[in-house]
């Protein structure tokens, strides 16, 4: 169960001595091995050669990844393409000044799009069936991992709620103040033990009764995609609705964006100026609607089918 009122100040990964393992990587691992499996057995069960299972993986590692962060880019932060061009691709600002920051900035609508034009290439080059038995299928793994970015998310503090005095509420210490600003705070030159001290020193309490409680929008997205997942592994292994094509990939879209939707309006605005942009809705509400109407008319149009398709 999750604690309540509770103060948010994790350490960024696991220290393996050679190097750090940041846990919003080892998220990813996690999905993308998960996901590896996953999608295994379901070639195995579809009869589909394994040898063809390993390009999969490369296409969907590449689409995801690249577009996420032309997604995020084009989406909530454009001004990159001019201020600072060569950050959109490198694990590095080089705005004010050069500095690593990893892979930061990805968005799940960019994510979807570079992944469906991703299975379209496969399933030309490889593949070589219907692209929608291909979807209806990677929906699983996709739906999988989408659990873990999310959790990814909350220990990176990123994508954080609303302010609010639920009992959901957390204190998100990182997000409230940024490594320059711990620093200066406690005067301690090293990032993470400055965080350390934020919150384990009694002298720096006031500090910590200045950060509001938020929502913790990531968990809440991710608690709802534990459902979407668990209804579309029943649907694929336990009725016959698989074999209607484009089913089982619209209602991946209409579940997964519904969540993405609702959740919304508990996250705060990820781009400041466009909440309640059109009638009332936030960019990433926007961008999810016209994945719900895609996968309404996938879920009519397969159910409108009056034979099973032959491949």
Do not use: C
Request: aromatic share 18%; net charge positive.
């Amino acid at each position: 169960m999750l604690p309540l009122k509770m103060t948010w100040n994790p350490s960024t990964g696991l220290d393996l001595g050679f190097f750090t393992l940041h846990y919003y990587s080892l998220m990813f691992v996690i999905a993308f091995s998960l996901g590896w499996y996953l999608m295994k057995k379901v070639y195995k069960n579809e009869g589909v050669d394994e040898e063809k299972l390993d390009p999969l993986f490369i296409y969907s590692v590449l689409a995801i990844l690249i577009g996420a962060r032309l997604g995020h880019v084009f989406f909530y932060q454009t001004e990159l393409l001019w201020q600072d061009p060569l950050s959109v691709f490198l694990p590095f600002r080089f705005v004010p000044e050069i500095e690593y920051t990893g892979f930061q900035g990805l968005a799940s609508h960019g994510a979807a799009i570079g992944m469906i034009f991703a299975m379209y290439l496969y399933n030309k080059k490889i593949l070589k069936k219907s692209v929608l038995w291909l979807l209806d299928r990677v929906i699983l793994p996709v739906s999988l991992g989408a659990i873990f970015v999310r959790i990814g998310n909350f220990f990176n503090s990123e994508m954080v709620g609303k302010v609010t005095d639920s009992n959901l509420g957390i204190k998100f210490v990182q997000d409230q103040y940024n490594k320059y600003e711990v620093q200066r705070l406690t005067g301690i030159p090293n990032e993470h033990k400055a965080y350390s001290a934020l919150t384990d020193d009694p002298q720096f309490a006031n500090y910590i009764a200045e950060i509001p409680y938020r929502f913790p929008g990531q968990l809440m997205e991710s608690f709802g995609y534990i459902f979407v997942f668990l209804i579309l592994m029943f649907v694929y292994w336990k009725t016959g609705l698989r074999k209607k094509e484009g089913f089982l990939f619209g209602l991946f879209l209409v579940l997964l964006w519904t969540v993405r939707f609702i959740v919304e309006y508990f996250k705060r605005a990820q781009v400041e100026g466009r909440e309640d942009w059109i009638f009332g809705f936030n960019t990433g509400q926007i961008l999810s609607i016209p994945f719900i109407l895609i996968g309404i008319f996938m879920i009519v149009r397969a159910l409108g089918q009056k034979k099973e398709p032959q491949y």
